[in-house]
């Protein structure tokens, strides 16, 4: 027998913690890549008339393609978002939120200023969304942990850091808060608009803690906690509301404090909360209302009225209830939850080919694969993907 040195063993032991590990199955992320993803990277809404690309999209298939230690698919994702919507430069611009086929009128005025979209394809609107721009930030910060990959490392400390400074505001009486975005969102001197659904308490943790030279991060933390907490007066968060120096929170004027496509996502952030999370249990309260009535009923409701609690007339996609599923789960209603994941795959069948839309899918993936094992945040929002430690069993 060959005997190994002390310094061969080491190396041995260094060599195999490098060594990339194996993906899980996960059929759900294989029907996303399949059915939304182009061969260069872009996550296309194939429901839209333009066959659009938010940045949102962009964000979440990144988290993803993370969680399944695809790093090709990474790649590419993020090579597509820095060149199309960044300017080619992340480190330098935020990422617009749209992208798709532009007017005639746009492509000429491209074309004779001699910048992207002569083609007829480029940037829509090149406001950026913050929901998004923090989702790449955490993201590229946990490749770069998982993957041992000092770029992406470097990258999501540079976007983060614009991110403080260009998209956050401090506002009388709640701290510094993120805003949705750049531009469009301080409506007077002392009032502002802000979404609940942008600001998961797991991404904003993890920042705060990797940042914490910058305090400003766990004042986020805090304001974006009292942000879900305090909007929802009846148990159903709004997708938008209005906050006012003196006054603090207020309905949303154009949305009417409604509960919609936006909201859902509160429900599912908060249910993929780690246990020992500090919050937790009292957003897990908060929201109670709309468990009891999914309880009642069966379906989470489309549309809701946050100021009565009077829910539309209409049930909530499959997207919906893969949404609330987890938030289910953690409230100890384990029956509700999965009758929640059979609607969502029971709904899915019916579509054409067995394919839902955007928005259904990403909602289907966050859900079912954190119910799934794919996946979990740990107290300081760490990402905990399964092939790190033991995939599902299936």
Known sequence: MKWLTAAALAGAALAAAAAPAAACKWPDWDAFRQGLLSGDGRVIDRGSEKQITVSEGQAYALFFALAANDRPTFDKLLAWTENHLAQGDLSGHLPAWIWGKLTAEQTTQAAQAGKPGSDGWGVIDANPASDADLWIAYTLLEAGRLWHEQRFTALGTKLARRILREETAVLPGLGRTVLPGREGFRLTEQRWRLNPSYVPLQV?????????????????????????????????????????AGHGFLPDTPTRAESAYNAIRVYLWAGMLNSDEPRRAALLRTFTPLADYVAARGYPPERVDTQTGQPGPNAGNGGFSAAIAPYLAALGRAGQANAQVRRTRELAQREPNGQPGYYTQVLTLFGLGYLDGQFRFARDGALLPAWKTRCPAR
């Open 204 to 244: 904003m943790r993890r920042l705060a803690a990797l940042m914490p030279d910058e305090p400003a991060w766990q004042q986020l933390a805090n304001s974006s906690t009292r942000l879900m907490l305090e909007t929802a007066p009846r148990g159903f968060s709004p997708d938008w509301v209005e906050y006012e």
